[in-house]
């Protein structure tokens, strides 16, 4: 099984193997649209990280070929975002 990844501004966070994606993924997406916020991250071995993730945060979760870009809307979210991982 391919580990997930999380990377952030450049850093790379392997993700535990039981990590919930798309839960992380509207959890930052949450923070995102609060103008900011921290995110809890549990790491592949163990670790667990407290991420600040602001407007200017660079995100990407990779998981085998598949890769979410995540970025701040120059305007407000639409609440209608659906994905499906």
Not at 15 to 42: E, Q, S
Request: glycine share 10%.
């Amino acid at each position: 099984m391919t580990a997930a990844l999380l990377l952030i501004n450049n850093e790379r966070i392997t993700l535990a193997d039981d990590a919930d994606l798309p839960a992380l993924i509207a959890a930052i997406m949450t923070a995102l649209d609060h103008g900011g916020a921290f995110v809890h991250i549990d790491g592949g071995r163990g670790d667990q990280y407290d991420v600040l993730i602001t407007e200017g945060t660079q995100i990407i979760v990779r998981h085998g070929s598949a890769s979410v870009e995540i970025v701040a809307p120059d305007g407000p979210w639409n609440s209608s975002i659906d994905l499906d991982i």
